[in-house]
């Protein structure tokens, strides 16, 4: 493999990205367009505070709570907020539900829609060519390349985010997972369950 | 001048296979961060919409070739320039030539948690009833348009069954050109495979889009 000179070429790629940047941030602070404190806020946010852990506890509260997958049924938007997740890119929620007959994937095929408030920042696959071509066309090929393979029967639904509806699939609840309690039941749930392309952890995997 | 997007992505091939990753990989290089947060913070000055920026973005020429944050950062670049608020040597020589220009909002460290959690709505109150019902038959449009559109290229001239009625929300299309909000009617509408694919579609398939009015016609 030609792996060194990869290498190579990734650090050059990488120093002159890390000079524009800079050069970016010094034009635009010097001009007073930004705040350079609140550039450390925006990344310490989306690094530590708004994440799939977030999404993973409305899962985990539809799964407890039957009263409040109705409201998510009804109302996503407002059932989430109620759970302090608002805000940019998820200003209009749905939530899908997963069944034994259907399973539900999320996409955005024109540039990389995604949940913020819930889910945080989309992985990069989300956001790469090969995902946004072939999840609307190919979407078992894709389940494969996360290592899924769902029943012949099981019916696919892929949802194309292409306007300000924001989607999170809300996966099937694991058998098994009668005695937990929320906190254990949101550690089951992943993030790839949550936009369709992966499955929660069954509890013996949880640990 | 014909708008060209280099973003409708859906259904193309020969891309290969898709790369998982873990949970907590959120950067890949160390000036991934600050693309990001830069972005965000010039977005928030209220200096352009979120669809001017999408258009900016999608109509990069070299698009293909750059990754995620290379573009965001590229489009950034280009929407400021277009403005006037930078010049492409002041961003080349990091230096200020030109006095900088009034802007709408500056974004301050302290009300980053409050802006964030507001957010930007789409919505607005109906002034209209709404053409379609759920459950109703309807056709995309089939020409090409000369601007940015959100109506994907696989879904265009295909007929689906309305499954969600959204509301009334900022018309992407008007919006990202700089001719207003003009906000229409959205729905969820759901295509069979076969529609999409033909008789290579895979058994049980079935996508959505979500479509404004001005996208549909009825069956």
Not at chain 1, 77 to 84: P, V, Y
């Amino acid at each position: 493999m030609a792996h060194d000179h990869h290498h190579d070429h990734d650090h050059s790629e990488l120093g002159e990205m890390d000079l524009r940047v800079r050069a970016l941030q010094t034009v635009l602070a010097q001009k007073g367009y930004i705040d350079p404190a609140a550039l450390d806020v925006l990344i310490d946010t989306y690094q530590t505070k708004i994440g799939p852990r977030n999404g993973a506890r409305v899962v985990a509260k539809a799964w407890a709570e039957p009263a409040f997958a109705d409201w998510l049924k009804r109302d996503a938007t407002a059932a989430i907020a109620s759970l302090g997740y608002t805000g940019r890119q998820g200003e209009h929620m749905v939530a899908l539900f997963d069944t034994p007959e259907e399973h539900h994937m999320v996409v955005c095929t024109l540039c990389s829609c995604y949940p913020w408030p819930v889910l945080g920042l989309p992985p990069t696959w989300y956001k790469s060519a090969p995902y946004r071509s072939r999840a609307v066309r190919d979407p078992r090929g894709v389940l494969a390349d996360f290592g899924v393979t769902l029943p012949e029967a099981t019916r696919i639904r892929v949802w194309d985010s292409t306007a300000e509806v924001r989607y999170l699939v809300i996966p099937k609840r694991p058998a098994g997972t009668e005695g937990l309690n929320e906190d254990e039941l949101a550690a089951l749930v992943t993030r790839d369950s949550m936009i369709g392309t992966g499955l929660p952890k069954r509890p013996a995997e949880a640990a | 001048m014909s708008y060209t997007t280099h973003a409708d992505l859906g259904g193309r091939e020969g891309f290969g296979r898709v790369v998982p990753e873990p949970e907590g990989e959120l950067w890949h290089a160390a000036w991934e961060p600050k693309a990001l947060a830069l972005t965000l913070a010039m977005g928030a000055t209220g200096s352009w919409n979120i669809d001017a920026s999408r258009s900016a973005r999608e109509t990069l020429p070299d698009y293909a070739a750059l990754s995620y944050y290379q573009i965001w950062l590229a489009a950034l670049a280009r929407l400021m320039i277009e403005r006037g608020l930078v010049t492409e040597g002041e961003l080349a020589e990091a230096q200020v030539h030109l006095a900088p220009k009034p802007l709408a909002r500056l974004l301050r460290a302290a009300d980053v948690p409050a802006v964030l959690a507001r957010g930007s709505a789409t919505e607005r109150p109906a002034t209209t009833a709404a053409r379609f019902a759920v459950g109703d038959r309807v056709r995309t449009r089939a020409g090409r348009v000369d601007h940015h559109t959100r109506l994907p290229g696989y879904a265009a001239g295909r007929v689906g069954t309305v499954e969600r009625v959204h509301g009334t929300h900022v018309f992407a299309d008007t919006n990202a050109q700089g001719l207003g909000e003009q906000p229409q009617w959205l729905y969820a509408v759901r295509f069979d495979g076969r529609e999409l694919w033909g008789d290579e579609a895979q058994p049980g398939l079935s996508v959505s889009i979500d479509a404004w009015d001005d996208y549909l016609e009825r069956v």
